[in-house]
């Protein structure tokens, strides 16, 4: 038990610090959410959204599973994205990976895993797509970091390729779709330069065009 009540313990020092600094902060807080930002990243818990990002809480709305993955079927994320879009109305989602991801290892690993494989077959996916650039890299490190990049750019579009947003930009709503990737051995975020901001930036196949509106 004791291990449980110092989570109470440091809450009570952490809330008590914050209502020395400002009384009124969690009176505030409470009333409502305006964030404009929608993070979508890793459950690793080196990775924490709102200390990475330098941003307090009320100003990042977050989802996290194995990987940051994406997947149209997963009822869980896109209910996150629906209400971040559309009732929120965040103007940017943000796909953010990190190095060394536990996940991606996996996925490259050639043994049984137990229920998770099933999930991880959306990495092996990402994998095979570039299976002979990732096969070309020296380093298993060095293949590992890159098919996490890989699995950032991929889920960016999966993220594009949602009714949500397609929707929202029928509608002419300001919203925008980043790749980042976090590095734990530095802290440092990186852009992997994948922004989309318009409909048109989608691949074709993938358009719902004028149904949307």
Known sequence: MGDIQKIFEHNKIWADKIKQDDPNYFIELSKKQTP?????????????????SGLRPGELFVHRNIANVIVPTDLNCLSVVQFAVEVLKIKHIIVCGHYGCGGIKAALEL????????????????HRTHREELNGIKGQDNRVNRLCELNVIEQVANVCNTSIVQRAWNNGNELSVHGWIYNMTDGN???????????????????????LR
């Open 111 to 126: 043994k049984e895993h137990g229920l998770i494989d099933n999930w991880l077959s959306h990495i092996r996916t990402v």
């Open 36 to 52: 404009e930002y929608l993070w979508i990243g890793c459950s690793d818990s080196r990775v924490a959204s709102n200390q990475v």
């Open 189 to 211: 975020l990186k852009d992997l330069g994948v922004s989309v901001n318009s409909l048109e930036q989608v691949c074709e196949t993938f358009r719902f065009g004028s149904m």
